[in-house]
């Protein structure tokens, strides 16, 4: 029978087809060339494109260099592989029913150690950041919004010399509606290595200016899992959480961002307290509505998914002292000062009114501060109304230097003395501001902008004040 199938065809056996997917646009040579990223490195779109991946992007960027280098390296990548699991929490929290009240140790039910109310999902998030920075080795010293306290990981050292500032989940009080939150985070370089490093070298690692910063960044949880961050205020870097792979990918077409050359005209603030706006606040409200291209209002009530919207698309978020919050309401370190420094990076401002947010220096770790931030375009026309209402103050204390409530030395702290701020219905920077160019009144119409700052006035320091968009 060997004889009779000599001439027959020979028969191939099957091969059985991997159950692997196949890779896109990429042949079985070209995924084996050795100078291609491997697969850990990059992943492929659809249309076989290569993107990269935050773990490529840190492993060139950052191990290769000096000591420094790799511990911020490695600190990116921590914070990256908490957020992975906060995002998880944040998907899951109306399953789990994490989105209610839990109080923290020392604190009443359901309000954290600074007042504000705290979610269980507030207090899971920050157990996985802290135990992200410890577990990398690189970080010394935490500070959160939900620790009363600076908490100190282990002593500073050559190979752990950096704090990190941090809000586990920004806009929390949302969650239970689905609202987008976020965490933020910025990071110091201790310089201080002393053998006894205790709480008073903690502080004093954190309580400095925020251009001090050598890193910051923030993740936006939402419809997308978004996570921006800057080193040395270069640039932003934006990579997404690719849930196929969780792996994050850079964003290829906005990476890294920038804030639009012409921003679109946006205010977005809490219009609710408008009644209780200052002066400087309600005026500039006033001056963007009296514009050609009137100003639209978006506002979302948490911090990441207001400045993420406004450093796509342009326009200004603030959210000035009034008289609820007479110094604010948004913490000046782990809250204002990451976020102005990736606005700056990205080609915008932050300022307090009158005084760049990057500049001022804390002096508690939960201090609070206004904040106006966003495009150039907008932030200095701010400035401008801060600089102008303050001269008319001094001229007014001058004048009459018994003003209920206040005296002249209650306007020279950047920030505000407590007797300032309740006076901020008239002032908001110190009293010796020099006197700028008042230009920004509308040109177009004098007569309509000398009424409309006439219905901005205030007759006394304690007169509420009388503001257009908030009467309709």
Known sequence: WRSELKGAPTRQPKIRQSSRPKLRGTSQSARHTPNRPTMQACTYSGDGVYVRTLNDYVSRTFSFGDAEAQAMGDILGAIGGASKM???????????????????SGGAAGVNATGDEQKELDIMANQVMFAALRSCGRVAVGVSEENEEVVILRPASESARYAVVFDPVDGSSNIECSVSVGTIFGVYRIDNLS???GEAEALAAVLRPGREMVAAGYILYSTSTFYNFSVG??????????????????????????????????????????????????????????????????????????VHRTMLYGGIFFYPADRKSPNGKLRLLYECFPMAYLVEAAGGQATAGGTPILDLVPTQI??????????????????????????????????????????????TSPLGAKKRIEACAVSGRPANTPTVDRSYVSSTNESDASSDEANTSVSSVDAPVSHPIAAS
């Open 233 to 306: 205020g270069q640039d932003v870097r934006s990579f997404v959480l690719d849930a196929r792979f969780g792996e994050y990918v850079e964003d290829s077409l906005r990476s890294p961002l920038k804030l639009p050359e012409k921003p679109k005209r946006i205010l977005s603030a809490n219009g609710g307290n408008a009644s209780n706006w200052n002066k400087p606040t309600a005026e500039f409200v006033a001056w963007a509505g009296r514009q050609e291209t009137p100003y639209t209002h978006r506002y979302i009530g948490s911090m990441v998914a207001d």
């Open 86 to 104: 906060i995002q998880n929490q944040v998907a899951m929290c109306s399953i789990h029913g994490t989105y209610g009240l839990k109080g923290s």
């Open 195 to 197: 053998e006894s490093f």
């Open 366 to 411: 939960h201090e609070r501060s206004p904040i106006y931030i966003g495009s150039t375009r907008d932030v200095v026309v701010v400035d401008q109304i801060f600089a102008g209402v303050a001269n008319e103050f001094v001229e007014k204390v001058a004048a009459d230097a018994t003003i209920p409530g206040t005296t002249p030395r209650a306007v």
